[in-house]
Nanobody, 117 residues
Framework: QEQVVESGGGLVEAGGSLRLSCVAS????????MAWSRQAPGKEREFVAR????????NYADDVKGRFTISKDNAKNTVFLDMKSLKPEDTAIYYC??????????WGQGTRVTVSS
């Protein structure tokens, strides 16, 4: 069964850091890219960052540029989101998705990040 599983969320003070991880399975899954999105309370889900699985090229939402870094470990089918200088407005459920070379995107259940002021 194809799936992605996020981890690493939690409670952090403003200005702090967190690292989110997301593992895609099965190991044989052919991935085109993986991305992070987030949904804050009362708001729609929004794009955060994406990484191309082959080239490693990345792109970010404007409000996380310079603070968040997306990276990957191809051997482990894992994508990371390193978040620093966190703000209360970064509070959200963070979702990972994998876009396979063939087939539909695969979404995880999300991991909650809470930034206290």
């Amino acid at each position: 069964q194809e799936q992605v599983v996020e981890s690493g969320g939690g409670l952090v003070e403003a200005g702090g850091s967190l690292r989110l991880s997301c593992v895609a399975s099965p190991r044989s899954l052919s991935i085109a890219d993986m991305a992070w999105s987030r949904q804050a309370p009362g708001k729609e889900r929004e794009f955060v960052a994406r990484i191309n699985w082959i080239s490693g090229s990345t792109n970010y939402a404007d409000d996380v540029k310079g603070r968040f870094t997306i990276s990957k470990d191809n051997a482990k089918n894992t994508v990371f989101l390193d978040m620093k200088s966190l703000k209360p407005e970064d509070t959200a459920i963070y979702y990972c998705n994998a876009k396979p070379l063939f087939g539909r995107e695969i979404w995880g259940q999300g991991t909650r990040v809470t930034v206290s002021s």
